[in-house]
């Protein structure tokens, strides 16, 4: 049999460890502690009990260990306590000498950044926001905006086709848009249709199957070509400066007559002809006109009661244009070393 003094030694070496590995996570526990071991009837007074009935030699020996133990808990108790009430007032665990998190802010996309421009001046002008959309029928791209049956645009060269009667597809200009406005508004009509628009084309620098657009159109009575051409002029100045000149050149298109294509002056060279305007000192970014009396008839509008014009830009051409970005393929590929150089702008 063991000894009274082994078992007491034992004893009081096993509380010594419980006390050691103690770890608690609130002050709730250490509470718990100090109850179960150093209270009245705690662990450790408890031990007093059997301390009793040892010799006065083995007293002597298992008294120094006692209080030792004790002594080893209250402190543990105390300390544990002073670092506890520190951590759980949550302020003074700030260090405010440390440097802020760098938050990673995500940037528009800078076709993005263009079209809200556009959209922003536009509607300054009493424009609004009308969306199209980009799976559309035979009638709308091309039918109802005067094409002829056999107009080469419908070339399955240039047109996405989703449906084997070639009735559905995906449209190949906002100009689409235009259709639906006239004949599911009333004039006066004065809208903007961002949004992209798709062609079967190689993909290079200059030229990619899927491109965004924006169509303007304004429907009302006494509508001319000189307002159109004041507001493109309105229209350049802001988007590329004051100093910016616009000039008109004949063109055709099925759904406006008469047709333009628009130039401004070069935006990097002010006119005098440089690499980017390949000498001319004009680059062009749109194509406009007053809308075709057909047109009108197609939507039910009367062209002796209204005239109107319109007008569509690529987003990407003025995109380039503004900053001077040389190929196309960059907007498309979500590099994210090209995207980053637009957070600063909104
Ligand atoms: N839809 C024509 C294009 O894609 C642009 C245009 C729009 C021309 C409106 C005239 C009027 O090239």
Redesign the pocket.
């Known amino acids: 049999m063991l000894s009274n003094l082994r078992i007491m030694i034992d004893k009081i070496n096993e509380l010594l460890k419980a006390v050691e590995n103690f770890s608690p996570k609130s002050l709730e526990e250490v509470e718990e502690f100090r109850l179960k071991y150093l209270s009245k009837k705690g662990l450790i007074p408890s031990l007093f009990n059997d301390f009793r009935t040892l010799s006065p030699d083995e007293k002597k020996v298992v008294g120094v260990e006692i209080n030792k133990l004790k002594q080893v808990a209250t402190e543990k108790v105390n300390s544990l306590k002073a670092s506890l009430v520190v951590n759980d007032n949550s302020e003074l665990e700030i260090d405010l000498s440390r440097p802020g998190d760098p938050l990673n802010l995500g940037s528009r996309h800078p076709l993005s950044i263009v079209r809200n421009e556009i959209i922003s001046i536009f509607t300054r002008l009493g424009f609004i926001v009308a969306d199209g959309r980009e799976i559309e029928d035979d009638d709308h791209n091309f039918g109802k905006l005067n094409f002829p049956a056999d107009h080469p645009a419908r070339d399955m060269q240039d047109t996405f086709f989703i449906s084997s009667d070639m009735n559905v597809l995906l449209r190949?200009?906002?100009?689409s848009s235009?259709a639906h406005e006239m004949s599911e508004m009333k004039p006066p009509i004065r809208s903007l249709s961002p949004g992209r628009?798709y062609r079967n084309e190689a993909i290079s620098a200059r030229a990619h199957c899927l491109f965004h657009?924006i169509?303007?159109?304004y429907v009302d009575k006494n509508v001319s070509f000189a307002d159109l051409k004041q507001t493109l002029d309105y229209f350049a100045k802001e988007m590329f400066g004051e100093k910016t000149k616009i000039r008109l050149r004949p063109?055709y298109?099925p759904?406006?007559e008469p047709?333009a294509e628009m130039d401004v002056s070069c935006t990097l060279c002010g006119g005098k002809g440089c690499n980017v305007c390949k000498g001319t000192g004009w680059l062009e970014i749109?194509?406009?006109?007053m809308v075709d009396p057909n047109v009108f008839v197609f939507a039910e509008i009367d062209p002796q009661v209204y005239s109107g014009?319109?007008?569509?830009?690529?987003i990407e051409r003025i995109t380039m244009l503004k900053y001077g970005i040389k190929d196309l393929r960059l907007f498309f590929e979500n590099d994210i070393r090209f995207l980053e150089q637009f957070s600063s702008v909104y």
């Open positions: 190949t200009h906002t100009s235009q628009v657009q169509e303007g159109l063109s298109f759904f406006t047709s749109l194509g406009c006109g014009y319109a007008f569509g830009m690529g």
